[in-house]
């Protein structure tokens, strides 16, 4: 990436933001604003509109509209296909301006970003764009004289609620098929990652997208989300963030119309090295991104790190080697490997995770305390805790920061018990040259996704979603229409 083209864009002023609202630019009805703070030097970048109850409101019935018109939701797949290949064309077009803004809001190294972001976005409005005229409905095996038909509708309008930590990739998980099946939608990214978004739909809108068909509403989660979740003209809501909100979610279901709630939660996942690891210095290299990335803000995140006695040592030492040199600090330098924490408040409770990890007698091997605070940004020591035990609370809580908990174990059992004693199920990993032992091991540890010799890396066809209190529904493939579309049988009579 060019060192340059990033600079031209790292103080590029951004105006205020308002709410994208039936294909049109609003402010929150009470004019209500939130700062946008920079993790990079902590100072303010620009505002956000803050919406309410009414705006959110204006927003569904916004989605309402369009999809009652049909101008999407009746369109011919070519068309729609059209559109959203148009999306992915344009994200290609503005990728390096979408990631850099998407840095400056939250944290993310650019390197990884420019990938995560818009690079992964444009390729699932791509996926998509390309799955929906190859999904047929059905003609069910009845008897003589009757004729029963499956059909595939959208189901109307789709609430998306998405974290901070990759907005972007995770609002195209969910608006792509979503939009591809032929639904509305209302977005409300996180307080802390709005500004890539909101740059999105403008996108979107240049790529054609009819009016209403995305609405975009910023401001507070526990207003603006909370009204989304409780709104009578909410079909179905997708939601990526933490079990606690996801929870809550539930509740405004069962306390308005029953809406469908699909929750993609936090995890705790174990990343599981066997001392017949083909090759342990790369499973310690890897373990190391596994972790790390991002500073750790990553649901899937191999924040247990379980290594079989027999090579402990000399793991651990090869891992505290790596970590020595990585290079964390400003997340638009090309050459960095990790960015910057999110936020103060985020920075400030992975702290409390590492006072009390120690209060625990866990043994601090590397890291633990926040670095370059001369900057203002919010940065931290990538960290590692070994002699962790599964009883312990870095064990068993998701830190979502850049905090290894490392458990020795003594032999397969002992390394399944240890997996799955947490009541996360999102990801893990397994490093083994045994292939009986990687597939009894992809068995028995209970998660969505279990990689063997490998961490992280999985596309888009294959589906991401939790096991346990991690969630349910799935992101990604061609699985995830399933959230996005109502299925309807015509029972015909021919007699
Ligand atoms: P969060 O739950 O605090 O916030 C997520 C979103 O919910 C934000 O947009 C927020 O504004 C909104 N929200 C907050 N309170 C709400 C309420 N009362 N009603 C409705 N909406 C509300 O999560 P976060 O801190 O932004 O993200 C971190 C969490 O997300 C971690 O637990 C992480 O593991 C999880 N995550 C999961 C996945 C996955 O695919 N499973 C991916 C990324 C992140």
Not at 61 to 90: C, E, M, Q, Y
Not at 143 to 150: E, T
Not at 311 to 327: Q, S, T
């Amino acid at each position: 990436m060019d060192q340059a083209a990033v600079d031209a864009l790292r103080h590029k002023a951004v105006p205020s933001q308002r709410l994208f609202i039936g294909g049109a630019w609003s402010e929150a009805r009470e004019r209500a604003a939130l700062d946008v703070v920079s993790p990079l030097d902590g100072r303010r970048l620009t505002s956000i509109a803050d919406a309410d109850a009414g705006d959110v409101d204006r927003a569904v019935t916004a989605a309402r509209n369009a999809f009652d018109a049909g101008t999407w939701s009746r369109a011919a797949p070519a068309f729609r296909k059209k559109v959203l290949h148009k999306i992915a064309d344009l994200i290609e077009a503005h990728a390096l301006e979408l990631a850099v803004l998407g840095v400056r809001d939250n944290g993310t190294e650019i390197g990884m970003a420019f990938k995560a972001e818009p690079g992964s976005a444009a390729g699932t409005f791509r996926y998509y764009a390309e799955a929906l005229d190859k999904i047929y409905g059905e003609i069910a095996p009845t008897q003589d004289g009757v004729l029963g038909l499956i059909h595939r509708e959208p189901v109307g309008v789709v609430g998306a609620i998405v974290p901070w930590n990759f907005p972007m990739m995770i609002g195209a998980w969910k608006l792509a098929p979503a939009l591809a099946a032929g639904n509305s939608v209302v977005l409300k990214p996180a307080e802390g990652a709005s500004l890539s978004l909101l740059r999105l739909a403008e996108l979107c809108a240049e790529a054609g997208l009819p009016e209403g068909v995305l609405n975009v509403v910023t401001g507070r989660g526990q207003v603006a989300g909370e009204a989304l979740g409780l709104h009578m003209g909410v079909d179905v809501l997708a939601f990526t963030g933490s079990g606690g909100v996801g929870r809550r979610l539930l509740e405004y279901s069962a306390r308005s119309n029953l809406k469908r709630i699909y929750l993609e939660l936090g995890g705790k996942s174990p990343n599981i090295v066997f001392a017949d690891a083909p090759d342990l210095e790369r499973a310690a290299t890897v373990s190391i991104s596994g972790i790390f990335r991002n500073s750790g803000q990553v649901c899937v995140a191999g924040s247990r790190l379980l290594v079989e006695k027999r090579v402990h040592n000399d793991f651990v030492e090869k891992l505290v080697d790596r970590v020595g040199k990585l290079k964390v600090g400003d997340p638009l330098d090309v050459t960095t490997n990790i960015g910057a924490v999110s936020s103060a408040e985020q920075l400030e409770k992975n702290l409390r995770y590492v006072a009390q990890a120690r209060e625990e007698g866990a043994g601090l091997k590397a890291g633990g305390s926040r670095i370059l605070e001369e900057t203002g940004g919010y940065y931290m020591a990538p960290t590692v805790f070994d002699d962790v035990s599964p009883a312990m609370t870095l064990a068993q809580e998701e830190v979502f920061g850049p905090v290894l908990a490392v458990i020795p174990f003594e032999d397969e059992a002992e390394a399944i018990r240890i997996a799955n004693a947490t009541d996360y199920g999102l990801a893990a990993a397994v490093w083994t040259s045994d292939l009986a032992r990687a597939h009894r091991m992809v068995r028995a540890v209970n998660a969505g996704v279990v990689h063997v010799n490998t961490y992280g890396g999985a596309d888009n066809t294959v589906p991401l979603g939790g096991h346990k209190q991690s969630g349910n529904g799935h992101d990604k493939s061609l699985h995830a229409f399933d959230k996005y579309i109502n299925l309807k049988t015509a029972w015909i009579d021919l007699t």
